[in-house]
């Protein structure tokens, strides 16, 4: 009797404390593959079908929902009261349970498409972290209570900041850039104290080694990459996409294991790793980089596999499925390549509307996006060519990605949010 108590206790214990199939971050679990374990995904909808439910948000946003259990989290700016908010609803039926934010009403350079709180929230089932970019950042409880706040200083960027918080085990991991004064964070997730902290160096001007000609460094530069976290089986590497360079650090002290050179110097995509390899894309075009994972010091001669110059890569992050990397350029063309070696095996136009900022999401091996109009596609993570699974439309501007958990989807559109489910 009572050992069963002890598995009754125990199994208990278990359900209190495993979320189903959440999506606690931007790209999902934490070590941001973008992979759903859920199985009964719907895979069309529409303004009328598949909806459970639709919230009206206040102004557009170009974040990312995040579920934890019976909760939701999105960020959201009101520009007329120059504050930036962080929205709790009910998963049931989008209510509102609680928002809170911060005041800000200095002058901080974007670019008109990237609108304020572009950063998605992190949550651990006991805290949520969210960046407002120069306004800071601040961990709440899951009532909306305060635990932390930090202020880094003003991030200083013609297109502004997107990069979201990472949790992992007791740190919260912080990109504040793209800047001058750019730095990546580990902080204490219980108390916001700077565990360690890696300052970004300032690209100098100089000579082009990027495949983009002998042209002095001018032009736009910077990074607005999130990172992600990688068991190589030997240890835990957090690697994350800077101009010119892909880094990993040790994610416990902020020490740099490897670096490897080969990109360019702006980066808008979060590396993607599966089976050893990491690969890195710089945006509009730029260099892209596949690299064994496990160096030491400067792996460029010894570990980087291969480098493609003017590459496909746009503006969403891609995701991996037995060694092979399904991404999308900014124009809205799927590729299919090899990681090992950086070929293209497949590319094809996605049908519909096109453009897109948003992030491919796996489930299984069908691939979710979605373009800025609106439009979804649901393909098959396959080697054999473009199959379309299903399309969906819902006529609403968007640069966020889909959030799938459980049996239910999350898309975030200028207008409002949505709750996809069969």
């Known amino acids: 009797m009572k050992a069963l108590q002890l598995l009754c206790g125990f199994s208990f214990f278990c359900i209190l404390t495993l979320p189903a199939d959440d999506w606690p971050a931007w790209r999902g679990d934490t070590l941001g593959s973008a992979r759903s374990s859920a199985t009964n995904l719907p895979t069309e909808w529409g303004k009328d079908k598949n909806v459970r439910w639709r919230i009206d948000l206040p102004e557009g946003g170009n974040s990312t929902a995040v579920i934890w259990n019976d909760l939701v989290f999105v960020t959201q700016p009101k520009s007329e009261e120059k504050t930036r908010n962080l929205l709790c609803l009910s998963r049931k039926d989008g209510s509102l349970l609680w928002e809170k934010g911060v005041f800000y009403d200095k002058e901080e350079r974007t670019h008109r ?113 999130t990172p992600i976290l990688v068991e190589t089986g030997e240890r835990t590497e ?121 992030s491919f999401v796996l489930a299984g091996d069908h691939i979710y996006t979605l373009s800025q109009a609106g439009d979804s596609v649901v393909f098959k993570a396959s080697t054999e060519g473009l199959e379309v699974v299903a399309q969906s439309d819902l006529g609403e501007h968007t640069n966020s990605s889909i959030a799938p958990a459980d049996d239910e989807l999350f898309i975030r559109t200028h207008e409002g949010l949505w709750c996809i489910g069969k």
């Open 113 to 225: 498409t990237n609108l304020y709180c572009s950063a998605s929230p992190a949550v651990d089932g006991e805290r949520v972290v969210v960046s407002f970019g120069s306004a800071g950042m601040v961990c709440y409880d899951l009532d909306g209570s305060v635990l932390w706040e930090r202020d880094f200083g003003p991030i200083d960027h013609v297109w502004g900041n997107s990069s979201s918080p990472v949790i992992h085990g007791d740190l919260v991991i912080h990109y504040h850039g793209p800047a001058e004064n750019a730095v990546l964070y580990g902080l204490n997730k219980t108390t916001g104290e700077t565990v360690w902290k890696w300052d970004e160096p300032v690209w100098k001007p100089g000579k082009r080694t990027d495949g983009f000609g002998d042209r002095e460094g001018e032009g736009v530069i910077g990074s607005f990459s």
């Open 238 to 358: 957090l690697i994350m996409s800077f101009p010119m360079e892909m880094k990993a650090f040790d994610p416990a002290t902020g020490d740099v294991l490897w670096t490897c050179q080969g990109l360019n110097p702006l980066v808008y995509t979060s590396p993607v790793y599966d089976d050893g390899v990491v690969v890195a894309m710089g945006g509009y075009y730029g260099n892209s980089i596949g690299v064994k994972v496990g160096g030491s010091g400067n792996v460029t001669e010894t570990h980087r596999l291969w480098q493609e110059i003017r590459h496909n890569g746009g503006i969403g992050s891609g995701v991996a499925k037995d060694g092979k990397l399904y991404y999308q350029d900014s124009g809205g063309i799927a590729y299919c390549d090899d990681m090992k070696t950086g070929k293209t095996i497949w590319r094809a136009r996605l049908p519909g509307a096109g453009k897109s900022w948003g």
